[in-house]
């Protein structure tokens, strides 16, 4: 079985997954670099593009159950999506200590508040759920990953996170 741990970058996913140990992680980016699956590097964004097509494809001769651990897992084919959520206001101050410049910020905060990754993840897979990670310590969040891997899914199903309060709040 292939889990994707996919959030807007911020949100916990390599805090949270460096705690489970039930499957083995792997990180996405790390994949990116075994399979050469970077197509480019996008200067505004100071990122690597990924042809997450080739990524997949790569991916899918490897016969191994893992957690896959990145913000764009999700596209990946997982058979299960968990989608990391924090609040944007949160998410804010997460990456500004992090020392993320306010551009990407910016994009990463309205990103997380009109729900993109985890709008993709139901466009791409069957099974999605998601963790509110905004007041949770890792390995909280780790414990929760943990439940919905031993079948514990129908308290984390997507659609249990709702931003619009705070969104609307901003106008």
């Given at each position: 079985?292939?889990?994707?741990?996919?959030?807007?970058?911020?949100?916990?996913?390599?805090?949270?997954?460096?705690?489970?140990?039930?499957?083995p992680v792997v990180h996405v980016n790390d994949l990116v670099d075994r399979f050469d699956a970077a197509s480019g590097y996008d200067r505004k964004r100071k990122?690597?593009?990924?042809?997450?097509?080739?990524?997949?494809?790569?991916?899918?001769?490897?016969?191994?159950?893992?957690?896959?651990?990145?913000?764009?897992?999700?596209?990946?084919?997982?058979?299960?999506a968990i989608v990391l959520r924090c609040s944007p206001s949160v998410l804010e101050k997460r990456l500004k200590r992090k020392g993320w410049d306010e551009k990407?910020?910016?994009?990463?905060?309205?990103?997380?508040?009109?729900?993109?990754?985890?709008?993709?993840?139901?466009?791409?897979?069957?099974?999605?759920?998601?963790?509110?990670?905004?007041?949770?310590?890792?390995?909280?969040?780790?414990?929760?990953?943990?439940?919905?891997?031993?079948?514990?899914?129908?308290?984390?199903?997507?659609?249990?996170?709702?931003?619009?309060?705070?969104?609307?709040?901003?106008?």
């Amino acid at each position: 079985m292939r889990i994707a741990v996919t959030g807007t970058p911020g949100v916990g996913k390599t805090s949270a997954c460096s705690l489970v140990k039930s499957m083995p992680v792997v990180h996405v980016n790390d994949l990116v670099d075994r399979f050469d699956a970077a197509s480019g590097y996008d200067r505004k964004r100071k990122t690597r593009e990924v042809d997450v097509t080739k990524l997949a494809r790569s991916l899918s001769k490897l016969d191994d159950d893992a957690i896959l651990e990145g913000h764009f897992s999700h596209l990946l084919k997982p058979d299960v999506a968990i989608v990391l959520r924090c609040s944007p206001s949160v998410l804010e101050k997460r990456l500004k200590r992090k020392g993320w410049d306010e551009k990407k910020i910016r994009e990463n905060v309205e990103a997380e508040a009109v729900d993109v990754v985890l709008v993709e993840a139901l466009e791409n897979v069957a099974d999605v759920c998601e963790i509110d990670t905004t007041h949770k310590k890792p390995g909280e969040v780790a414990k929760a990953i943990e439940d919905i891997i031993a079948g514990e899914r129908n308290k984390y199903r997507a659609g249990n996170v709702d931003w619009s309060e705070e969104v609307l709040s901003w106008f």
